[in-house]
């Protein structure tokens, strides 16, 4: 385990938690004292501060890489001359060219390269998917993936050079994917529009963007992210498909709704931005944030010799997706997403249904507030459109 | 009253609802069976076919235009000429020259002149604007208006000859309206960009768009319209400010929830899908969708010699703001939002905050999990960020 | 208008608002100086201190009761004697024998009575009792109606000698009458258990109740009343069908939903706690809590010489059941409702429907989670219950 | 794992999913071709239609007892013999003395007893009874727990004789331990009244039930259950304190909102009614009912030599309850809940507090909708109750 952020602790205790046969075995911290601390609080046997160190520990047969951004090439650079598989935190690098750089490090030596994309396996996006992916909402048109908060724990994300960015970087990764998941991952993201904004923070960093995605199938993909939002930690998603809509909230509304006067304290859930008044807790935040299922899916693959869902690949296909949202805010147009070798051949346009009656194209058959029917009918003709109203 | 469709219909049960003192006279329709069904089912004395007759006949005082937008113009200019208080219902015309010909007409005239924007005037709108004005959710970063259902109810509106456009000028025009009356009528609309496609319908208008609106203050206004959403009516508002956050929800979701299995039929609300399974009703429309108080809000305007809530001038700048979606669509660009006369002064931008600790700026303040506090500082002459972490 | 607390300007507001055609023309208080204020912020050109001298005054057609419960008899006597109508808030008296006589004066009079239970005319009210008695949800089973807030805004309502009872009487009165119109009002409400306990406040009243009402159709009805909640105002309703299913929120989830730090303040809704945080307000309370559509039918009624939706026998039939409630709680057992003169007629029990196949009574049929189709049957002759799993 | 109905299955995939250490060894049928298909299924190595022999397997280090509750005990005993764990499903039997023999005979074996009530291990049950043990919402006044849906899987749960009741037997159970939960397992279930009745299904056992309990702090459980309810699966809690309040959906709620069309069909949620229009699936049934985080409990006390949550004694204490159930629906009035040897200790009342101001008793403090503040105050000498509004 590289490192001991949040998001080193979150995965540490996903792999201990309930009954996992998984454990980390080394932890790494630049500090001696985070190392030993961590190790100490999380059972871990060894710590240490030396990065090859902990990469090449015999005790390693996977490295969790759970360091900022700016040292993910390195510490993967790493693990292939000591032929470790690696599993990387999100976003696999800073831009689209160090992740390929990184990719092609991977792929060359061999090895496992599992990306670690929590909210592509959260239980709701997992079922979600999976539906769509059935037919049951038919073609997707329009998907929505919406991740704000009031920013992050730690200093290095709000330093765009170790970043690699602000909000988008940190957040929008999360929604590219979710909304690729809900398009098909073999349907081309082909250009991106973005507005970007620094409205509130003292930072060089954005802190507020809207960014659109065209894909080949010519739905559209839709993401909003905000390092401003206040009421606590906003994940939601909005599908739209030709025979149906899904709606998923993973943090403020999930069946969970509790007000307390305040008068005892305690830590209500991430990002939560008060412990008095109405509260809106999630039930286990490791299980619905995605963690349990994507170490599962993780180790299953590598157990099994498989390829995992989220793959160093994708991550460098978000790479791409994001630097074209930088392009699209500086030029104020339309970027096309620069991918070098895209895998995912190709995707028709939804198909337009057209159906006939009288030699007229029905556009729409609904039934009035007074129980008649009314059908909508254009002659291709003329061009003129007619309502005809049918007995109840 | 013009217009015996739909929004003629809920335009004179609104009037005629409850203990009103308000009453329809007069009914135009292009056909006589019409305008004759119409007189008779909701107690008004007259009805024509005559669009100039219905204008001028004395027991009108006001006007109402529930017309197909391509009619709007021609029927105000007899308004004008008979000297008529005029409502004109949404959009005011199919483009902003049209619409500004209809503002010099009647401002020429010296008449009142009233914007019908149902949706500006929902009790959760109104409510929610002035909880805004009055600071509460601090300064406004972004305001999304969404209005999605699968289609509109008369077959004009889909003719882009006789509408303008499609799901923008049908449902766009809405949304353009409560985004602005969040953002604060005197913040200017800059320029806009626009998603536009036609994804599923076999019609030359619309059906799906994402449009984004760039405030002078900086803030941004956002879109969402369609007529393919499946299951119903989706009307959802979300406002962003510094200090908080508002989520209206007008039809879906609105505290009414029931199950039928379908043994029995029933009108259950517009653009309901079905009439089994899980459905949302609305409790009263024509309260909640605003139509109560907006006709409030018009006729005390007349009543008491002032300006209504949404006037021509409104009407007027929600079509130049759809004229720069249009323009964006099709340059693939930001476009400007071309206004004649901007009356609403300049607005400054969103102040950025910064506060100083130890020399220097503070980007964050929180709590960990573990209950202690963490300090994020940025140093502004090496631009290094740290953490800095206080006791419990 | 007699009485100017909380109901008083609630009701004057009602009738003011929007563009309606009824006036509160008197004002009736017990101290000059609040019915003055009244009269001044309410536009009402008369105000009083002489019960008698308001009720008799001759710009009053309908007398409005918005007194305490221990005044109500008093005041509807004066009316008697002077031949006006009356509007009584709710309950209508203390207790069952307080209320018949009421009912009887007011009978005898000839005078037009309606019971103001806002409650039973909210729009989604009374939209879900229309959809109840079209069938949608088949026979009604079950109605729960919750009634619940940190406790009254007058020091009457907390004094059991003025109020004839505590959370019950103050709460339960809505949730009575919201259940009889779910379950019809010619079914007639049987017996009633009560739990009734002062759990919180220092005073006699209880301050906590459960109450079950079985109806003659073997339906139950449930109420849960509280002085004790934290939260806000908690009024939902619920009712099982044998076809489906009825939830209503009347307050704190109808769609409406703001974060705010609290940098500003505010009224944000009656009996809301807090005005920072996660806040629910209300769009129009007036008319989402009744009183619009009460004052409709109340005055509609009027002048159409018919019974409005709830009338004084209404009132009279809740104070029987909630002599009941408190029997109870003294008994410990089901306690009879006590009706003089029941006018509701009789209601068969619920029908149980009964199925057969190959000579068994078909229990159950569903889909298994692999999509097999299983059959529950039951050998009347012997009593055994079989599964019979068919194919996909 | 003897049984492989529905809970035996949801059993086996949890101990089976993700990276879990334990393993079903063997599984019991009555049918050989029932645990053969189960076994094979499932990747369970070994299938027995011999209760004795599956119990008695040298593999079988923890029996799972997921059979009709009319075989617990039989199974139980064999277990005992052979000096196996027991993880027994829930009722743990038909009624108390039945309860009670079980838990003598494993305590007089010295044997570990752990008793599967998965819905008091849902991460958001889990998490609630955290937040309010931890005084977050002060002292519980009430808690009501609502399951119903519209009837059970097999036919042995619909056979009073073989279930020991109807559907308070089988979804009571759940409820009776939630509410201890949220109540503390200290604090008493004193008495018992109950409303029972048969109102839809063709069966002698109760299709509809509620059932209030009192506990030794004052407190009130209640909880609803319903072998006839439409719209799928109901599982909600709310638990009132005097300091806040808690809602939990387990269910129809959580976050996860779909709308289909109904082109494509697929298995949505356990008991969902219809698999077109809107849905509500659930993420992760087995984690976010309990399965998981139940099992983790009863294995990793197992392992650490530790009592589970939820033991034998519990299932023994909620038989009571039911018991006391079908008693007062017997005799209509409350019934005591008799526990033999009761292992709780004592549970104070609930403290009324009590504040002064100007020597007489506050009652409430609010402010009122023009924002000022109001005093409510009692003289205790008197028993008079006066309003003091304050100023803003």
Known sequence: MLGTGLIGLFYTRTLHGRRGRDRVHVVYSRTAERAEAFAHENGVPNASTDLEQAIAHPETDVVVVGLPNDVHEQAIELCAR???????????????????????????????????????????????????????????????????????????????RQAGGGAIVDLGCHCIEIVRGFMGKGNRPLEVFAWIDTLVHPIEAEDNAVCLIRFESGALGQFEVSWTFRGGMDLRDEVAGTEGTIWTNHFLRTGFEMFSSGESGGYVAEKAETT?????????????????????????????????????????????????????????????????????????????????????????????????????????????????????
Chains 1, 2, 3, 4 share one sequence.
């Open 82 to 160: 000591h032929g470790k598989a690696i599993l990387c935190t999100k976003p696999l690098a800073r831009n689209a060219d160090e992740a390929k750089r990184i990719l092609d490090t991977v792929e060359a030596a061999g090895l496992f390269g599992g990306y670690l994309e929590d909210l592509a396996y959260t239980p709701k996006t997992l079922k979600a998917v999976q539906a769509v992916h059935a037919g049951q909402i038919g073609d997707v048109t329009w998907a929505r993936s919406r991740e704000t908060h009031p920013g992050p724990h730690s200093a290095w994300f709000w330093d765009r």
């Open 276 to 392: 008095s008044g109405w509260l809106f807790p999630v039930g286990d935040e490791l299980s619905e944030l995605g963690y349990v299922d994507m170490f599962d899916d993780m180790f299953g693959a590598l157990d099994e010799g498989r390829a995992p869902r989220e793959t160093f690949y994708d991550g460098y296909v978000v790479n791409a997706v994001m630097d074209a949202c930088y392009a699209s805010g500086a030029s104020g147009k339309w970027e096309p997403v620069r991918i070098a070798d895209w895998r995912g051949g190709t995707t028709e346009r939804i198909a337009r249904g057209r159906r006939e009656r009288d030699g007229k194209t029905v556009i729409k058959e609904e039934q009035m507030p007074d129980g008649r029917r009314k059908l909508i009918l254009k002659d291709e003709a003329s061009g003129d459109f007619s309502d005809v109203v049918a007995g109840v």
